[in-house]
């Protein structure tokens, strides 16, 4: 059979992530801009990628199959629509429950016996004729994040090798990272994948991690499950499970995230915090506390309800939360946020230059911020 042939085609309906203001296809999954990704998964199942305007260009084309262009896809995900290259038309893949807006990568159809991962419609590109064909797969990695979400309290992380997801929502480019993470985690098992110029303390626990150039894993600290990008430095004693540190971060002593990722550049120092997505170039010091997250409840996110048993936070580019600011989980700061102290505190502590470019936001009732 020929190497399948996918085309990628805009999602009209897809616009900037916020609170980034990135395009999806630039939003980073384990260090790399999605469009990247897509790019390595088409390479290794042995398939062309290329990008037309709309469907119908692409059946003109002869294309096999189109995705849409803010679609995460594995190789494997791609090997099986190869597989389904049987009978008439072409095909295309798009997603009909999965990740909808606010909800878990993991959410199951009330019309469907299982997990449903994705649905792969396959049809004609030209007519949009639709039958389904469904791609199920039960691997997922189960977190418990007592006392939050329903009973049994666990929080659903994908690992099947072949999986797809769209990234509509922060929540989504959140997920999409930890369900990456778990798949890599399978693929290591305890060992990990270190590039050149790693530096590890002997007293550190590095496990199932892959470290990227230049990576600096400081004493005591614990790295578990976690992306470190090039150059990035994990402080003495930090902890990080399930993390996905961006090139060039540091953090400071005493430093704990879970199931966190954090884009380029950042600069990390808070304690207990987990699920949040952190921009480029913030800066999160101690003492930033979440709360509104109640005991037996899914989060709710910018006031929306989600499948989440637990939601974080969402922080813009160059945003400064400091210590003693207080966020309703399931929020996103604004790019370029400075929230420091209190309001009159933090005003006598801004440079010109940091005033010039920020606005402050004052904690009330009615902005639960």
């Known amino acids: 059979m020929p190497p399948l042939r996918i085309a990628r085609v805009p999602d009209l309906t897809a616009g900037p992530?916020?609170?980034?203001?990135?395009?999806?296809?630039?939003?980073?999954?384990?260090?790399?801009p999605l469009r990247e990704t897509q790019q390595a998964a088409a390479d290794l199942a042995g398939a062309a990628l290329t990008d037309c305007p709309d469907l119908a260009t692409a059946a003109a084309q002869g294309i096999d199959v189109a995705i849409a262009a803010p679609l995460y896809v594995t190789?494997?995900?791609?090997?099986?629509?190869?597989?389904?290259?049987?009978?008439p038309g072409r095909r295309r893949a798009q997603l009909?429950?999965?990740?909808?807006?606010?909800?878990?990568?993991?959410?199951?159809?009330?019309?469907?016996?299982?997990p449903r991962w994705l649905d792969a419609w396959a049809g004609d590109l030209a007519h949009g004729e639709d039958s389904p064909a469904v791609l199920d797969?039960?691997?997922?990695?189960?977190?418990?994040?007592?006392?939050?979400?329903?009973?049994?309290?666990?929080?659903?992380?994908?690992?099947?090798?072949?999986?797809?997801?769209?990234?509509?929502?922060?929540?989504?480019?959140?997920?999409?990272?930890?369900?990456?993470?778990?798949?890599?985690?399978?693929?290591?098992?305890?060992?990990?994948?270190?590039?050149?110029?790693?530096?590890?303390?002997?007293?550190?626990?590095?496990?199932?991690?892959?470290?990227?150039?230049?990576?600096?894993?400081?004493?005591?600290?614990s790295v578990i499950g976690c992306h470190v990008g090039a150059g990035a430095q994990i402080g003495q004693k930090a902890v990080f499970d399930r993390c996905v540190v961006g090139a060039g971060?540091?953090?400071?002593?005493d430093t704990h995230f879970r199931r966190c990722v954090f884009f380029p550049g950042s600069t990390l120092?808070?304690?207990?915090?987990?699920?949040?997505?952190?921009?480029?170039?913030?800066?999160?010091t101690s003492a930033v506390s979440l709360y509104a997250r109640l005991p037996g409840l899914c989060g709710t996110v910018e006031g929306a309800p989600s499948r989440r048993p637990i939601v974080g936070l969402a922080i813009g580019h160059r945003a400064i939360l400091g210590a003693r600011a207080l966020f309703s989980a399931g929020l996103s700061v604004p790019n370029d946020t400075i929230i420091?102290?209190?309001?009159?505190?933090?005003?006598?502590?801004?440079?010109?230059?940091g005033l010039a470019r920020a606005h402050m936001l004052r904690g009330t009732a009615d902005d639960a911020v």
């Open 17 to 32: 992530l916020a609170p980034f203001g990135d395009a999806p296809a630039d939003c980073p999954i384990m260090g790399r």
């Open 75 to 87: 190789a494997e995900f791609l090997r099986w629509l190869s597989d389904q290259r049987t009978g």
């Open 96 to 114: 009909a429950a999965g990740t909808a807006h606010h909800d878990q990568v993991c959410a199951r159809a009330p019309d469907h016996h299982g």
């Open 137 to 221: 797969d039960d691997d997922a990695d189960e977190v418990r994040v007592d006392p939050y979400g329903p009973p049994p309290h666990r929080l659903r992380i994908p690992t099947p090798a072949a999986y797809a997801a769209p990234l509509t929502h922060w929540l989504d480019l959140l997920d999409v990272n930890l369900a990456a993470l778990s798949q890599q985690r399978a693929r290591l098992g305890t060992g990990n994948r270190k590039a050149a110029g790693v530096k590890i303390h002997p007293s550190a626990h590095v496990e199932g991690s892959v470290l990227e150039a230049g990576a600096r894993i400081d004493a005591g600290a």
């Open 249 to 253: 971060c540091s953090t400071l002593i």
């Open 269 to 284: 120092s808070s304690i207990g915090e987990t699920d949040i997505i952190m921009g480029q170039g913030a800066f999160i």
């Open 340 to 353: 420091v102290m209190r309001p009159d505190e933090g005003a006598t502590k801004l440079d010109d230059d």
